[in-house]
């Protein structure tokens, strides 16, 4: 009964430590954070292209938006396409690394959040000791010599958070791991508008093979036209030989086309996780038009981006390390406690006084360290600043991509309208010019002048589209691709995992859906933060 009454003592001085822990956990020390300001202007210099004011065909997600624009790539209106973006997510092994990353800095939260709470251990043993009699410590003749030890201990032991060194630690892992969720979705993304822009390159090269196709028929035409003229006296020798030289020239160009093909057939074999022998795409000329992307405004730039919202979710990490220096200037206070059995042999060691316990608090300070935490403090608050300055780059650099890409857009736009026009120019010359050397007026060299800008016009005016196709890809991407920070995972105070269920706005995905189940799927849970 004696023990029962010691136990109870045990347990009760834990619960009063605890509750006087909670109590004391409200001091934190170090600065609280704020988020830093990025230099903005109220509009974009660039001007966008006068198509764009025509359509709202495409908006990228805004907080609160319930319709998903996550699949910005179906704006092109192209099924292929669609098909191979969707494979990226659960195919892309650079993708899987990004996802597997996320996963680990999740599991981070739960390995700090662990120490909020008592650890508790035990270290049972049994062992029979027989001493030398010979020992000094026992006699030389005893009537028995030999004893038991059996132990069965339990054993506490609690950190009190009073300086909120563990809760910013918990902090800071939470805040890694949003960036790294960030990371994930811009490395996804990315890869995204790099598979977008490796389908038109390659789409542009159908395009190509299929004008030179059509011009290496025309010139073997023009090729039996001089061939004819020359057996029949009215043209020289002069005029096959260079209507065979154009004719040969454009089947190099023809066949060396088939080279960039090929390899943007591989780069996108890659993105979507095949190897490139098992993959091909038929061949479809280039026949899209831009779409319309509505800009917005800068400041909304900085919600949209999800390198911006890696960026500024360390430097709140940051911010939490700083706290974490700054604790390790006060006393670190720990609650210890053990409870358990000690006997002599089996048939006594649970009786009631082979029990024993032992509570208490220690306190542990860092005298003298030779500058050591000081060092700590000053890495910290220069950790911080680089990370200020790396959200402010981004930030400016975001900006950046929006302006180049409109203006390219902008000025594609009026360059294709002139490319147009010099194309119609240089098919009427080369009408004009066949026609006057049918005619004999002219010698051939003019018609193979007027044939050489005739297809470098045609040419032109295909990368021109690819150029604008391009541009539209890297815009959406700068605009962030219908992504919001609304979309970061959040992560409760009580476990390291969001829920199982998904509940998506703007546009966002699963993290990797097909690779993971149960408790090892990413946060589910999209909310602000």
Not at 23 to 32: A, F
Not at 105 to 117: E, N, T, V, W, Y
Not at 325 to 336: E, G, H, I, K, S
């Amino acid at each position: 009964m004696t023990y029962l009454l010691a136990v109870v003592r045990f347990i009760l001085t834990v619960i009063v430590a605890l509750l006087l822990a909670l109590l004391l956990t409200g001091c934190t020390v170090g600065p609280k954070y704020i988020k830093p300001t990025v230099a903005t202007t109220p509009k974009y210099k660039e001007e966008a292209p006068t198509s764009f004011n025509q359509s709202d065909q495409w908006q990228p997600a805004r907080p609160g938006d319930q319709a998903s624009r996550g699949n910005w790539w179906e704006i092109f209106g192209d099924s292929e396409l669609n098909k191979l973006e969707e494979q990226i997510e659960g195919s892309n092994q650079d993708l899987k690394v990004a996802e597997a990353r996320f996963r680990e800095a999740r599991a981070a939260i739960r390995f700090s959040r662990a120490s909020q709470f008592p650890t508790v251990s035990t270290a049972p043993s049994a062992a029979y000791v027989k001493s030398s009699d010979f020992s000094p410590n026992f006699p030389s003749k005893v009537e028995e010599s030999g004893k038991g030890d059996f132990v069965l201990p339990f054993d506490l032991s609690y950190e009190l958070d009073l300086w909120g060194r563990v809760r910013r630690n918990v902090a800071a892992t939470r805040e890694e791991a949003q960036a790294t969720a960030a990371d994930y979705e811009t490395a996804k993304l990315s890869l995204q508008a790099e598979l977008a822009m490796d389908y038109f390159e390659l789409r542009s090269a159908d395009a190509q093979k299929q004008l030179l196709d059509d011009t290496v028929k025309a010139y073997t035409d023009n090729v039996q036209l001089t061939l004819n003229r020359f057996k029949g006296g009215v043209a020289p020798k002069a005029d096959v030989a260079q209507a065979q030289t154009q004719l040969d020239t454009t089947r190099v160009q023809d066949t060396d086309v088939t080279v960039q093909r090929a390899e943007f057939e591989h780069a996108i074999a890659i993105l979507i996780g095949k190897p490139p022998a098992e993959f091909s795409l038929a061949t479809a000329p280039l026949n899209y038009q831009p779409p319309s992307t509505p800009i917005g405004l800068p400041s909304e730039l900085l919600q949209r981006r999800p390198d911006i919202a890696a960026a500024e979710r360390r430097v709140a990490e940051a911010n939490q390390q700083i706290g974490i220096a700054r604790a390790a200037y006060f006393p670190t206070v720990n609650l210890d406690g053990t409870v358990g059995f000690a006997g002599s042999q089996g048939s006594n060691w649970f009786s009631w006084p082979s029990g024993f316990w032992a509570v208490g608090p220690a306190l542990a300070e860092t005298l003298l360290d030779a500058g050591r935490r000081r060092a700590t403090s000053e890495s910290a608050r220069a950790n911080f600043d680089a990370a200020v300055a790396s959200y402010r780059q981004t930030s400016l650099t975001a900006f950046q991509e929006v302006e180049d890409n409109v203006a390219a857009l902008r000025i594609l736009e009026n360059e294709t309208q002139q490319q147009q026009q010099a194309i119609a120019s240089s098919q009427e010359s080369l009408q004009l010019f066949t026609n006057r050397y049918k005619g004999g007026v002219d010698t051939y060299l003019q018609v193979i002048t007027a044939q050489t800008i005739e297809l470098a016009n045609e040419r032109n005016a295909i990368d021109i589209m690819r150029r604008r196709l391009d541009a539209s890809v890297l815009l959406i991407k700068a605009l962030g691709g219908g992504w919001n920070v609304s979309n970061l995972p959040t992560f409760g105070a009580s476990s390291g995992r969001a829920d199982d269920h998904q509940n998506v706005r703007g546009g966002s995905t699963n993290l990797a859906r097909s690779q993971c189940s149960g408790s090892q799927c990413p946060p589910s849970e999209i909310t602000a933060i």
